[in-house]
């Protein structure tokens, strides 16, 4: 596989001005990775509050879109980061997505760039809820159920990396307004796209965020059935 030159993280956001910059805050760390062009590109949604100001504050670039819906946010999101960085291959481009309610660790990026020097084209990584959030009895009902998760059973759009090319022969972000991620994940797996599980983010625990399901729909699945 050929190395990576360019990375492009994309974050899709609706409303989210008290979360978004604790999120940009640690991806500020997560991309210092050496010698390459990196971009961070946060999309903001349909806000109708400050984030699209916190993060032209924050320095990174915005796009502003009416759409109500995280899978088209998400291809904008990649259409307009891609435009910043100077021109590369498709294979020697990452593509890094998370969301704006999300912490990701610092070697979150380097993590993911050291699967793709071994030939990884996927990396697929958990999404931890905040324990802050949770009662305890949803956290206990969160653990259970991801002891052991075979890779790709679990697939959050708040913690996944792929390469370029990979991700154009998926056909992109599809324009759902919400599984997005697994749609386009599960694309990849069929297409045989090598994958491996990357490092844990933290994420929101709350149980209602921006669309029905997605994490918090699936969180509130587990309190109300524990």
Do not use: K
């Amino acid at each position: 596989m050929s190395a990576v030159d360019r990375v492009l993280v994309v974050v899709p956001a609706r409303d989210e001005e008290t979360l978004l910059p604790a999120c940009l805050d640690a991806l500020a760390r997560a991309v210092e990775i050496g010698h390459r062009e990196v971009a961070i590109v946060v999309v903001a949604d349909r806000c109708r509050d400050r984030t699209a100001d916190l993060a032209r504050a924050a320095g990174v670039h915005v796009v502003e879109t009416d759409a109500g819906c995280v899978g088209a946010a998400r291809r904008a999101g990649v259409a307009a980061g891609l435009a910043l960085l100077p021109p590369a291959p498709d294979d020697r481009t990452w593509l890094a997505s998370t969301d704006a309610d999300t912490r990701v660790p610092p070697g979150w990026l380097r993590d993911q760039l050291a699967l793709a020097a071994t030939g990884i084209g996927l990396v697929v990584g958990p999404a931890v809820p905040d324990r802050r959030d949770l009662d305890r009895g949803t956290w206990r009902a969160w653990r259970r159920r991801h002891a052991a998760a075979a890779l790709g059973v679990h697939v959050h759009g708040a913690n996944l990396g792929f390469r370029l090319d990979a991700y154009c022969a998926a056909g992109g972000w599809p324009r759902l307004p919400e599984h997005e991620d697994r749609h386009l994940v599960d694309a990849m797996l069929a297409a045989e796209v090598p994958a491996a599980a990357g490092p844990p983010v933290t994420t929101s625990g709350r149980l209602h965020g921006r669309v029905g399901g997605g994490f918090s729909g699936y969180l509130r699945g587990l309190r109300d059935v524990r």
